[in-house]
């Protein structure tokens, strides 16, 4: 168990509000990531982080942001939320040393956009 | 254009059985591989790993082999146990600047029958 949580766990929002999702640890790993998981597509990195205040984008970072003033704490935020943002979001880190191969997960937010 | 491959969207297999889930990448560069494993409505799960430097890994009833050459990894699950049913995720990392990441597959369904 790395720690993770992830709030909320379900949301249903209307498009064009802005939505912020939590991922917290418990355990100061350095490397945090952002993913949406949807039918036909797998896994696909939305944003992720290398420390506080460093982030970088991954391959679907067109309308999210990220956030990462704190160790422990990852904002994704969806500054105007889309259908096409409907999907499954999971939030995870890397522990294996400084490069991190090994990822483990959250629980996962369950967001639809309306 | 995947660079990581699983072209079984689905695995069925009577209980007590070999189950092989196959994956394939075209990435040259990668370096390191691992198996997760994803039940509904929860966050996938670090399985097995290999490295490019090995051709086979062994944990339990999981063992994965790597054939370089092919550029194909396959995860063997002996014997198949109901609980064993799930999403399986194959990904792959290689070196990139400053952080690793994993590209993944579409993942394969396998269903345990008793």
């Known amino acids: 168990d790395a720690g993770i949580t992830q709030s909320p766990r379900h949301k249903v929002t209307e498009t064009g509000t802005p939505v912020t999702l939590r991922c917290h640890q418990t355990e100061n790993h350095r490397y945090m990531y952002w993913y949406r998981q949807d039918p036909g597509h797998g896994l696909r990195l939305i944003h992720y982080?290398?420390?506080?205040?460093?982030?970088d984008k991954g391959e679907v970072s067109d309308g999210y942001s990220v956030s990462r003033s704190k160790t422990e704490d990852f904002l994704l935020t969806l500054e105007s939320a889309t259908s096409s943002q409907t999907s499954v979001y999971f939030c995870a880190i890397s522990i294996g040393g400084a490069s991190g191969d090994e990822q483990y997960f959250g629980p996962g937010t369950r967001l639809t956009v309306t | 254009d995947q660079q990581v491959k699983q072209n079984s969207p689905s695995l069925s297999v009577q209980e007590g059985r070999i189950s092989i889930l196959n994956c394939d990448y075209t990435?040259?560069?990668?370096?390191?591989f691992l198996w997760y494993k994803k039940y509904p409505a929860e966050g996938p799960t670090f399985l097995i790993s290999i490295s490019s430097i090995k051709d086979k890994n062994e944990d339990g009833r999981f063992t994965v082999f790597l054939n370089k050459s092919a550029k194909h990894l396959s995860l063997h699950i002996v014997p198949s146990q109901p609980g064993d049913s799930a999403v399986y995720f194959c990904?792959?990392?290689?070196?990139?600047?400053?952080?690793?990441?994993?590209?993944w597959g579409l993942g394969t369904s396998l269903a345990v029958n008793p």
């Open positions: 990435n040259s560069m990668f370096d390191y």
């Open positions: 990904a792959a990392s290689a070196e990139a600047g400053n952080n690793r990441k994993l590209i």
């Open positions: 982080s290398y420390g506080v205040k460093d982030t």
